[in-house]
């Protein structure tokens, strides 16, 4: 299956040292060589702005991927996934993070896992454009967050509705996924998720996909804090949290709130 990525950070953060070693599973360190993709919440105004990149090369090879691990995109919201196809074929439209707009943000939604003989009812303006049972999870979330909430509710009360309508999706089987709208990111594990924070002090890190290490004390700043969401743990000397089958978090300014 899929491999997921999510960055949640007090302060703009480079995504830079996650994603090289993250994409080395995209065919080099692992088999999940159908497409990929990345999105960054930017902008002055509360991280509106989104810029958001697929390609669907695998990540290892990409010239796209290669684009940003050469040119390092700070922001405070991330999510990346590289694609091990199990519904849908091999295009661009199937890859992954998903972006709609709702109450006036963008909102990027990438899945891990598959769902059997999922068919929703879309009945509003949420619509797949391509063929997998992610997009259409992704699209009936919207649908339903949007007929809960006439406008942006806060964030405690949307994990609510959240977690009202994720296990109307999980029963379909594996839900891993990671959702965000640039104010914090939500992620929710069927199987396999792992987090970590990163505060001061900061320490050095090695990834296990790469020969890389980064000192984070070299760069970061007291005021920094850093939460790192990901299928399997992207680094051997750091000490990651697996979530609980059906866990549901919140991750806000760079820490658990949920």
């Not at 001061?200 to 004390?217: E, R, W």
Request: with cysteine.
């Amino acid at each position: 299956m899929c491999q997921l990525l999510g960055l949640n950070c007090k302060n703009p953060t480079d995504a830079t040292f996650s994603f090289s070693g993250f994409a080395q599973r995209a065919g080099v360190t692992d088999h999940h060589a159908d497409g990929w993709g990345i999105a960054f919440f930017e902008g002055s105004e509360h991280d509106r702005g989104l810029r958001h990149f697929i390609d669907h090369l695998p990540a290892s090879t990409s010239p796209v991927a290669e684009l940003i691990r050469k040119y390092p995109i700070k922001s405070r919201n991330v999510i990346s996934h590289i694609r091990k196809a199990t519904q849908g074929v091999v295009s661009l439209e199937n890859c992954h993070p998903f972006v709609r707009e709702l109450w006036g943000r963008y909102w990027v939604f990438a899945h891990n896992g598959n769902l059997d003989s999922y068919a929703p009812r879309l009945h509003g303006s949420f619509k797949p454009v391509g063929h997998t049972d992610s997009e259409q999870a992704f699209c009936w979330l919207m649908q339903e967050m949007s007929k809960s909430h006439a406008n942006m509710p806060t964030l405690q009360e949307l994990t609510l509705t959240l977690q009202e309508l994720v296990p109307q999706i999980s029963r379909f089987g594996t839900f891993n996924f990671l959702l965000s709208n640039g104010q914090a990111l939500w992620s929710h594990a069927s199987t396999n998720l792992w987090y970590i924070e990163r505060k001061h002090p900061f320490a050095a890190a090695t990834l296990s996909d790469q020969a890389l290490s980064i000192n984070f004390a070299d760069y970061a700043t007291p005021d920094d804090r850093v939460a790192v969401v990901v299928t399997a743990p992207l680094t051997t000397n750091e000490v990651w949290t697996p979530f609980a089958p059906g866990e549901l978090k919140l991750f806000v300014n760079g820490q658990l709130r949920a």
